[in-house]
């Protein structure tokens, strides 16, 4: 680590609270799982989908945690109002290169709060034909929970916290920090007086 590189870090862990989990207890549960996806798709014609950006930490490890032959693209969804998150509104602003119809596809989240996007996102994807749909989040807020979504392959449930760290971003912030915490009550009010929104 350069002195820079050092600096930035220490500013950043110092806006959090406490670590909920470190890198090294992230990397064991995502082995774990990449055994696990491993013995459930061989054989089959693996298509592991995410979306677009919190997602690209936990993907890039899992994919090289899954031992089989398989593929990988990506969706963008645009970020509404919180009012237009909680009637379940998400527009697509990037959709797959990839057609999905006659694949096993394995669509990938970083976090499942309300199951509002993923909801959204299933149903589009349903309509596609895919042999198979299942999901593997590495978070999941149960308590949290509006619409039931079926989901596979959890990493961890948390209670109903709100995390930064290892892709999980506050207003685009803290998703480069190696471990997931929480962030301090003057981080969040410092972010606040910066921030346009
Ligand atoms: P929902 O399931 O539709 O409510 O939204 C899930 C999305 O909200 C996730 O993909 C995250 O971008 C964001 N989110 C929910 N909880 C957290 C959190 O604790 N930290 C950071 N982002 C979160
Ligand atoms: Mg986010």
């Known amino acids: 680590m350069s002195p820079d590189e050092r600096s930035q870090y220490q500013e950043m862990g110092g806006d959090i609270r406490e670590i909920l989990f470190s890198a090294q207890q992230i990397q064991d549960r995502i082995q774990a799982l990449g ?3 491993t013995q459930d798709y061989r ?11 919190g997602v690209t930490f936990f993907i890039a490890d899992l994919l090289r945690a899954i031992h089989l032959p398989l593929e990988v693209d990506f969706l963008a969804v645009a970020s509404y109002s919180a009012e237009a998150r909680n009637q379940g509104l998400v527009r697509l602003v990037k959709d797959l290169e990839t057609p999905i119809n006659g694949r096993d596809v394995l669509f990938v989240e970083d976090m499942v709060d ?3 996007t993923l909801n959204y ?5 349903r309509m596609r034909q895919p042999a198979s749909l299942q999901v593997c989040t590495l978070f999941n807020k149960p308590a949290r929970r509006l619409i039931d979504t079926p989901i596979k392959y959890v990493g961890f449930d948390l209670p109903d916290l709100f995390v930064v760290g290892y892709g999980l971003d506050f207003r685009e912030r803290y998703r480069n920090l190696p471990f997931v915490g929480i962030l301090k009550a003057q981080a969040l009010q410092k972010a606040g007086k910066n921030s346009a929104g």
């Not at 054989?43 to 950006?53: A, M, R, T």
């Open 35 to 37: 055994d696990q996806i």
């Open 43 to 53: 054989g089959k014609d693996l298509l592991v989908i995410g979306v677009l950006k």
């Open 114 to 116: 309300t199951g509002l």
């Open 121 to 125: 996102l299933l149903r589009s994807l």
